[in-house]
């Protein structure tokens, strides 16, 4: 045996258990996952970004589509531990459109076309992919 560990108390395991539960079902112990729908429709327009040939600019940096959509998956990981997302507009406004370290907007960059900002590029790509979605 490497260790030994005291025998505990019924008591003291009836405590632990308990304490453990409290602790796993508190509210905000887990964030709630994004609804199915919005997770597509984020998908739908990170791949989109991804593979537009479209460049992303973040604090002053362009970015290619590929290295956009794994900045922004890690924003929404972001706010989904801190059960700050449930839409894919609140994607969007709060972790698509700005950066959250200097407020500055982010920009999209498309071949041939002035830059704009991310969030006009993702509302218009998300009414793209809702209309298809339609059909």
Known sequence: MLFHLPAASSFTMRYLVLAAAI??????ARAAPLPPAARAEIGALLTSL???????????SWHSGSEAKTHLLRKLQYLEDKDAVSTTEQFI??????????????????????????KQWLMAGLATVRASAGK
């Not at 991804?50 to 002053?60: A, V």
């Open 50 to 60: 991804e593979r537009s040939g479209c460049e992303f600019n973040r604090n002053g």
């Open 93 to 118: 406004e709060r972790g698509a459109s700005t950066s959250s370290s200097t407020g500055k907007p982010y920009l999209v960059r498309c071949p041939g076309a002035a830059p704009i900002e991310s």
């Open 23 to 28: 602790f796993l079902t508190a509210p905000g």
